[in-house]
């Protein structure tokens, strides 16, 4: 099965430094890979997602890269605020059937103001 | 519009205690998971299910059951609870044509 390897698991940085949470994966089958931000106490939601035929996808201050021969990809967080800080989670999976992603680990980011 | 509903939010058992979790969501998704969260282990998947009177297993499915009778509610079942059960417990649901995960607000499980 799918393994999704996550890095750091703690990120801390100041208030308009950039961030960046690393993905690997295993399954060279798998073409969808999302990411949820998850804030204390809260229930995780989607904030941006990529699918293999696409190299990179932006969404304001967040943005996606995904390097397939590589089996890795990247959540990028520019001009971080506090209300950044949360635990993100990257995950991967096929896109077809039941589609059911394999989550990594999890990074609690803290921005400091 | 509710999304997805659990039911308890908190609850703590005593070991070999009983207990179902409820899951209901009104978006008519054919799709159900529980996951549990522990710190540092990230979203497991105990079971799951493709649609009405369906289940599966997931990663973690040892000593919970579940059922889907109907196809709004998923539940979870832990018929004999141990401390390592200790776990904060998401419902998600999705639609078939659809990769977006809708979760629930969890239930944070004590057992002690």
């Known amino acids: 099965g799918e393994n999704v390897e996550q890095h750091p698991s703690t990120l801390s940085v100041q208030e308009g430094d950039s961030a960046v949470i690393k993905c690997t994966y295993s399954?060279?089958?798998?073409?969808?890979f999302p990411w949820y931000k998850q804030e204390l106490g809260k229930r995780p939601q989607l904030i941006i997602d990529?699918?293999?035929?696409?190299g990179e996808k932006k969404d304001q201050r967040i943005a996606v890269t995904l390097n397939k021969t590589a089996k890795h990809f990247s959540l990028h967080i520019t001009e971080t605020q506090p209300e950044d800080s949360a635990v993100y989670f990257c995950?991967?999976?096929?896109?077809?059937?039941?589609?059911?992603?394999?989550f990594g680990r999890g990074t609690s980011l803290i921005v400091h103001p | 519009n509710a999304g997805v509903t659990q039911t308890p939010k908190f609850r703590v058992l005593k070991t070999g205690q009983s207990m179902t979790l409820l899951c209901a969501q009104d978006?008519?998704?054919?799709?159900m998971y529980w996951y549990r969260q522990d710190p540092g282990m990230g979203l497991r998947l105990i079971h799951y299910?493709?649609?009405?009177?369906?289940?599966a297993k997931g990663e973690v499915p040892d000593g919970y059951n579940v059922s889907r009778l109907k196809k709004q509610n998923f539940l979870l079942g832990l018929e004999s609870a141990a401390p390592s059960q200790t776990s904060v417990y998401f419902c998600?649901?999705?639609?078939?044509?659809?990769?977006?995960?809708?979760f629930g607000s969890g239930t944070r499980l004590t057992v002690v």
């Open positions: 998600a649901s999705r639609h078939d044509r659809d990769r977006l995960y809708t």
């Open positions: 399954d060279s089958a798998s073409n969808y």
């Open positions: 990529i699918r293999s035929n696409v």
């Open positions: 995950a991967a999976s096929l896109s077809g059937g039941s589609y059911i992603p394999t």
């Open positions: 978006m008519n998704h054919e799709y």
């Open positions: 299910s493709v649609g009405e009177g369906t289940t």
